[in-house]
C-alpha cells in the first residue's frame, strides 16, 4: 500500500509507502472509478482533476496521457458537447461534438496526450487527442470520432504548483453526465 505519489520539482514521479520509502516506478497517477453524475450541464463542469506540484512539468518532452470515459443523458433538445483539458487557467485542449440526440445513457470517451515543449516560467505544452461520441438516440450504434484542430502550443507558468482539470459543456441543457473511468499516466 502506498501513502501517496509524488511528481516532484525534479520531473520524477516516486511512490511513498506508508514507511515513507521510495519505491518503483508506476506510470499511473489517477485512476478514478465512477464518480457523481453531474447536473443540469450548459456551462463547463468538472468531471475530473488532479493537483501536481510546483516543477512537476520541469522537464521538456514530459508527457500525460489524459483519458476517461462518460455516460450522458439528453432528455430534450440536441445540444453539442465540449471536452476541454485545463493545467491551471490556460486551457490546453478543447473538442466540441456535433449534436447529441436525445438518449439515456449515451457514450462519450476522450484521449488526449499533453508534451511539455519548453519548461520555466513561460513554458509551453501542446496538447492532441479525439472525442468520440454516440450521436443516436440507439445505444451500440457507430460513434462519431473529433480530433481538435489546435496547430499550436499553450504557454503555461510550469514552476507553480498546478491542477489539470477536465471539464464537459454543453450548448443547451444536457440533463446528465456521468465520468465512469478516468486515467492521467506518465507516458514519459
Known sequence: MFKKNTFGPSGELAK???????????????????????????????LM??????????????????????????STGTPTTTIAIKLGTVTLFTVTTA???????????????????????????EAHGTVKAQLSTALGTAIA???DQSVAVSAVDLT???????????????ASAQLRQGFIEVVN
Open 160 to 174: 507553480k504548483a498546478l491542477t489539470l482539470a477536465v471539464s464537459i459543456a454543453a450548448s443547451t441543457a444536457m
Open 145 to 147: 470520432e473529433y480530433a
Open 99 to 125: 449534436a447529441l440526440a436525445a438518449s439515456t445513457n449515451g457514450q462519450l470517451t476522450f484521449d488526449c496526450l499533453l508534451n511539455v515543449v519548453a519548461t520555466g516560467s513561460s513554458g509551453t505544452v
Open 49 to 74: 482533476s488532479l493537483a501536481f506540484l510546483a516543477g512537476a512539468f520541469g522537464k521538456v518532452g514530459r508527457a500525460l496521457r489524459v483519458s476517461g470515459m462518460v455516460i450522458f443523458t439528453v
Open 16 to 46: 511513498v509507502d506508508l514507511g515513507g520509502n521510495e519505491c518503483s516506478l508506476e506510470t499511473s497517477l489517477s485512476l478514478l472509478p465512477a464518480q457523481t453524475a453531474l447536473t443540469a450541464i450548459t456551462t463547463a463542469q468538472t
